[in-house]
């Protein structure tokens, strides 16, 4: 167990050797890593922190309300059943659509939005028609160099800063 923002949360040695290659080479073990490094870098401990990153739990919860109504977490039911249910996250994350873009995440039972987050992005992959990857590393290269994750730059910061999703879209008129 590792506190994370006020609470307990397990370390997973396996996920943060796979998500973490650079880790490998420092001679230190997962676990030793994320104590003296890995926090302070941002670093995700498991792999439901790094959804809970991504998932917008006032968004999951208004277009879900029957999580609402029974009370659900809405991270633990995204983890657990809504990936799978096809519901989405947050706005810009559609889970049909990158479901549908990449077929063989179905078969492999891995939720889409970890996916996304440790090989997807990097591989090109869009997480919805709403969000283009390339384009806003590409304009925003200045902040999402702090994060490796660029659609999570844009939730915590870059709607709220007016910066564009994608080339066909200009925030700054909404």
Avoid: C
Wanted: aromatic share 16%; net charge negative; proline share 6%.
């Amino acid at each position: 167990m590792v506190e994370r923002y006020g609470r307990q949360v397990e370390f997973d040695q396996d996920y943060y050797r796979e998500r973490y290659a650079d880790v490998g080479g420092t001679g230190a073990s997962p676990f030793g890593h994320f104590l003296l490094f890995g926090n302070a870098e941002g670093r995700y401990p498991n792999a439901i922190e790094e959804i809970r990153s991504l998932v917008d739990e006032d968004y999951y919860l208004e277009i879900n309300p029957d999580v609402a109504d029974d009370g659900q977490d809405p991270v633990e039911h995204y983890w657990t059943r809504g990936a799978f249910e096809k519901r989405n996250p947050n706005p810009y994350f559609d889970t049909a659509y990158y479901l549908k873009s990449n077929e063989s995440i179905i078969s492999s039972g891995m939720n889409p939005l970890l996916h996304y987050a440790m090989w997807g992005m990097s591989a090109g992959l869009n997480p919805s028609p709403w969000f283009d990857e390339a384009y806003y590393r590409a304009e925003n290269g200045d902040v999402v160099s702090g994060h490796p994750i660029a659609l999570w730059h844009f939730l915590k910061l870059g709607a709220a800063e007016h910066r564009s999703p994608l080339r066909q879209f200009n925030s700054e008129y909404y």
